[in-house]
């Protein structure tokens, strides 16, 4: 089972439509959680990090739901920037004696008008 | 704050040659993180550093890749004698800290292309 997981879409839709993309996690001890944008051939940027009561920052919503592992991105009125690709980021944890943050390989959305 | 500068922006290198790639950390980062990006997938962790000191190497091969962070200058991740699996983009990004919370600010990368 890989650490981080996501589906890789591509996640097809139309301009003002509402998308969620899921990821999930493989160690339960993992403390910190963030989901980070990338565009095409760009460096990633941190979009929001993720709290254990959720939170919202305009058309995002991110959610944590520890008892099932997993972490949850809502788009609402998607944009044609939106259009990149969604990394979902975790910290492992000390326990797995990995320091630095564990990139999930991305999800891919692309706004249509 | 000129951010994370990484140079050069694009390498191409023949077989067995070496590529040398330089991150300067966002001023006040003490801490320095490099990943590898392969074509079509996702950022693979490699090794985390701190001024002279590699503090997780977990994510590097073993073999022909070494990283360093010297008390003066930038981080270096070095690749021996190359190979065209070594094709990718090499991002590297510093924190503040390294606490739990940690926001990591990314540099543009650098594409290593091998011939």
């Known amino acids: 089972r890989k650490e981080v997981e996501q589906d890789p879409g591509p996640f097809n839709v139309p301009e003002g439509a509402t998308v969620a993309f899921n990821c999930t996690y493989s160690?339960?001890?993992?403390?910190?959680f963030f989901w980070y944008r990338q565009d095409c051939r760009k460096e990633p940027k941190l979009l929001m990090s993720?709290?254990?009561s959720g939170n919202e920052d305009g058309r995002f919503t991110a959610q944590l739901n520890r008892a099932s592992q997993y972490i949850s991105l809502l788009i609402r009125d998607s944009k044609l920037s939106d259009s990149a690709t969604y990394l979902c980021?975790?910290?492992?944890?000390?326990?797995?004696?990995?320091?630095?943050?564990?990139f999930g390989s991305g999800t891919r959305l692309q706004v249509q008008p | 704050n000129a951010g994370v500068m990484q140079n050069p922006r694009h390498l191409v290198r023949r077989r067995g040659q070496e590529a040398r790639l330089r991150c300067s950390p966002m001023?006040?980062?003490?801490?320095v993180y490099w990943y590898r990006q392969l074509p079509e997938e996702g950022l693979k962790f490699m090794v985390y550093?701190?001024?002279?000191?590699?503090?997780?190497e977990s994510g590097m091969p073993k073999e022909r890749f070494s990283a360093e962070f010297p008390k003066e200058g930038p981080s270096i991740l070095r690749i021996q004698q190359v190979v065209r699996g070594d094709s990718a983009a090499y991002f590297c990004?510093?924190?503040?800290?390294?606490?739990?919370?940690?926001?990591?600010?990314f540099g543009a990368g650098s594409r290593l292309t091998v011939l």
């Open positions: 990004a510093s924190s503040l800290t390294n606490s739990g919370a940690n926001v990591l600010t």
């Open positions: 160690n339960s001890a993992s403390q910190s």
């Open positions: 993720v709290y254990s």
């Open positions: 980021v975790v910290n492992m944890g000390m326990d797995t004696g990995r320091r630095a943050l564990t």
């Open positions: 001023k006040g980062h003490s801490h």
């Open positions: 550093l701190q001024k002279e000191n590699i503090i997780d």
